[in-house]
């Protein structure tokens, strides 16, 4: 089994993710994950696939995406990885005035302490920035603790910022 | 409940966006007696009146700092039970229940929506203005929904500090 990541980036139309699932089922991959997005009204996919096709075949067959140049697409092998839980999952949200150094020094603080961020959303909305993040917190952090400082550099920033622990209810 | 005062005319006042910071500062407490108080309860009523689809609009999104709301569902075709156009003043939420995920908007927030999660029954505390009146109400469904986005906006809290997961920002695509 080869298991291939995949993106699609370009100007967005209708019919992108059907072409390229399309050519996918073909070659025989299985799409194992995949996120798609629009942003800045730019078509943003990824995939992981699983299948015997290898990279090139599978970025060769694609290429009808990429022709007229409108779109880019990459293909690579990686490895199989497995998917741990690490710690607690939080929920870190920021928005405020749009200025540079938002992401790069909130998440500073989030790293200084080990934590990793598993899903992750910007948007700038006029004057609005918003930053959502999925935040894995290893069981030694000190979640009281991240959130001061969190406080601390967003109020440095001008932002609002908050960090909840993610609840998850079970039907 | 009784509509807000009639004596008093409604004055249509600007709505604030975010990142404005009178949105993310907690409202005073105020007295529901007071005159300006009472032009400021007519004020969000003639405001929330004239802008579409527009179901509650708290104090802070017209640059007051203060514990003020109304709410109007009674239009909103997601409304099942309601209690007309009101206005509370320093309200508090006594009990809530059976939370159900939606996605919501806000006027503060015009470009975009977010999926939270919220109580579905619920009980609220708070003030009639002119009066002072204590009134406590019981709210469901969508009713109580804008019940608790007024609530946060009268303690500084948007949408943006209430959704469930990263992904559960949208761009809005309706304009209700
Ligand atoms: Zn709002």
Same mark, same amino acid.
């Given at each position: 089994?080869?298991?291939?990541?995949?993106?699609?980036?370009?100007?967005?139309?209708?019919?992108?993710?059907?072409?390229? *699932?399309?050519?996918?089922?073909?070659?025989?991959? #299985?799409?194992?994950?995949?996120?798609?997005?629009?942003?800045?009204?730019?078509?943003?996919?990824?995939?992981?696939?699983?299948?015997?096709?290898?990279?090139?075949?599978?970025?060769?067959?694609?290429?009808?995406? *990429?022709?007229?140049?409108?779109?880019?697409?990459?293909?690579?092998?990686?490895?199989?990885?497995?998917?741990?839980?690490?710690?607690?999952?939080?929920?870190?949200?920021?928005?405020?005035?749009?200025?540079?150094?938002?992401?790069?020094?909130?998440?500073?603080?989030?790293?200084?302490?080990?934590? #990793?961020?598993?899903?992750?959303?910007?948007?700038?909305?006029?004057?609005?920035?918003?930053?959502?993040?999925?935040?894995?917190?290893?069981?030694?952090?000190?979640?009281?603790?991240?959130?001061?400082?969190?406080?601390?550099?967003?109020?440095?920033?001008?932002?609002?910022?908050?960090?909840?622990?993610?609840?998850?209810?079970?039907? | 409940?009784?509509?807000p005062?009639?004596?008093?005319?409604g004055r249509i006042l600007p709505v604030v966006r975010a990142?404005d910071?009178v949105l993310?500062?907690?409202g005073?407490?105020?007295?529901?007696?007071?005159?300006?108080?009472?032009q400021l309860a007519a004020d969000l009523v003639a405001t929330m009146r004239v802008s579409p689809g527009c179901v509650g609009l708290a104090a802070p999104q017209v640059g007051v700092s203060a514990k003020v709301f109304c709410v109007d569902v009674?239009e909103h075709?997601?409304?099942?039970?309601?209690?007309?156009t009101f206005v509370l003043c320093?309200a508090?939420?006594?009990?809530?229940?059976?939370?159900?995920?939606?996605?919501e908007g806000c006027m503060s927030v015009p470009?975009?929506?977010?999926?939270?999660?919220?109580?579905?029954?619920?009980?609220?505390?708070?003030?009639?203005p002119?009066?002072?009146?204590?009134?406590?109400?019981?709210?469901?469904?969508?009713e109580?929904r804008a019940l608790q986005h007024e609530i946060d906006h009268c303690?500084?809290?948007l949408f943006?500090?209430?959704?469930?997961?990263?992904?559960?920002?949208?761009?809005?695509?309706?304009?209700l």
């Amino acid at each position: 089994m080869t298991f291939l990541a995949i993106t699609v980036l370009g100007h967005d139309r209708p019919g992108i993710i059907a072409e390229t *699932t399309g050519v996918l089922a073909q070659l025989g991959l #299985n799409i194992e994950d995949s996120t798609m997005t629009l942003l800045r009204g730019h078509f943003a996919m990824m995939l992981i696939t699983g299948g015997s096709a290898d990279a090139t075949t599978v970025e060769e067959s694609l290429g009808a995406l *990429t022709a007229d140049g409108s779109l880019s697409v990459s293909v690579r092998e990686v490895p199989a990885e497995q998917v741990v839980a690490r710690g607690t999952a939080y929920l870190l949200s920021v928005h405020g005035g749009d200025r540079p150094g938002i992401v790069s020094t909130v998440i500073a603080e989030v790293a200084k302490v080990g934590g #990793n961020i598993t899903d992750l959303t910007t948007r700038l909305a006029g004057e609005l920035y918003v930053l959502l993040a999925e935040v894995d917190l290893p069981p030694a952090a000190d979640p009281a603790a991240l959130e001061s400082a969190l406080g601390e550099v967003a109020g440095g920033l001008g932002v609002e910022v908050s960090l909840r622990a993610l609840e998850s209810d079970d039907l | 409940m009784s509509e807000p005062s009639s004596e008093v005319v409604g004055r249509i006042l600007p709505v604030v966006r975010a990142p404005d910071p009178v949105l993310s500062r907690p409202g005073a407490t105020v007295d529901p007696t007071a005159p300006e108080i009472v032009q400021l309860a007519a004020d969000l009523v003639a405001t929330m009146r004239v802008s579409p689809g527009c179901v509650g609009l708290a104090a802070p999104q017209v640059g007051v700092s203060a514990k003020v709301f109304c709410v109007d569902v009674s239009e909103h075709p997601k409304t099942r039970g309601h209690h007309g156009t009101f206005v509370l003043c320093n309200a508090e939420v006594v009990s809530a229940s059976r939370n159900e995920k939606a996605r919501e908007g806000c006027m503060s927030v015009p470009d975009l929506t977010g999926d939270v999660k919220r109580a579905s029954r619920l009980v609220v505390r708070g003030q009639e203005p002119g009066t002072g009146a204590e009134v406590v109400i019981e709210a469901e469904a969508f009713e109580a929904r804008a019940l608790q986005h007024e609530i946060d906006h009268c303690d500084g809290l948007l949408f943006l500090d209430r959704v469930v997961g990263a992904h559960a920002l949208h761009a809005r695509k309706t304009y209700l």
